[in-house]
């Protein structure tokens, strides 16, 4: 298991690329969920949804790496990931807590 988690951090930057396009999505969709509620939505609400967006990526990527998943597998964990976002992993979280 160690080594997968070395291999994930520091191998290509094929991850970074996935998460970094999944967290543009999460953060493009935020901006249109803003509009459609007439909300106000500044280049700082961008930021920080991109940087919480790029930590859930990089969460659901370390599940996958600790479960012993191939690198394709963990790639793809870490664009959805990032997609979704912290949203996402809640959800989830609490249908696995929940055993459903």
């Keep these: 298991m160690q080594e997968h988690i070395a291999h994930f951090v520091g191998h290509k930057a094929d991850f970074i690329v996935m998460m970094v396009f999944g967290a543009v999505a999460h953060t493009a969709w935020q901006i249109k969920k803003a509009k459609l509620n007439k909300a106000v939505f500044t280049l700082i609400d961008g930021i920080i949804s991109m940087i919480i967006a790029m930590f859930s990526g990089i969460l659901f990527g370390l599940s996958a790496a600790a479960s012993g ?5 963990v790639m793809v964990s870490v664009s959805v990931g990032s997609w979704l976002g912290i949203t996402g992993l809640n959800y989830f979280a609490n249908r696995f807590m929940q055993g459903k």
């Design 69 to 73: 998943q191939g690198e394709l597998t």
